[in-house]
Nanobody, 124 residues
Framework: VQLQALGGGLVQAGGSLRLSCEASGLTFSGYRMGWFRQAPGKEREFVAHISANGGTTSYSDSVKGRFTISRHNAKNMVYLQMNSLGPEDTAVYYC??????????????????WGQGTLVTVSS
């Protein structure tokens, strides 16, 4: 199984970025997907998750209304559209794949598969 996250970079506060994560080696449509982030010196934290068919999404309070998670099962892709970025969003962003029930998707320990991470830096 391989997850490859792309799309990070440097952006000014108030700007937008779109992260992508391409999955291979698994039946993508059978997995729930999540985005997490980890800032320096901090633990990995939940950002958003999406159900296998894309019909259910959930967000952390800190990104709700600014970030949107989506997926394209035919392309084995999951996305994270990030708008109104602020310096507090600076982190390495990771995509993960899981088959646990939706209630467990905010816990990173429930994800057996992870991408390598992509760095997002927001300047003030």
């Amino acid at each position: 199984v391989q997850l490859q996250a792309l799309g990070g970079g440097l952006v000014q506060a108030g700007g937008s970025l779109r992260l992508s994560c391409e999955a291979s080696g698994l039946t993508f449509s059978g997995y729930r997907m999540g985005w997490f982030r980890q800032a320096p010196g901090k633990e990995r934290e939940f950002v958003a998750h999406i159900s296998a068919n894309g019909g259910t999404t959930s967000y952390s309070d800190s990104v709700k209304g600014r970030f949107t998670i989506s997926r394209h099962n035919a392309k084995n892709m999951v996305y994270l559209q990030m708008n109104s970025l602020g310096p507090e969003d600076t982190a390495v962003y990771y995509c993960g794949a899981s088959r646990v029930v939706l209630s467990g998707l905010r816990d990173p320990s429930n994800y057996p598969y992870w991408g390598q991470g992509t760095l997002v830096t927001v300047s003030s």
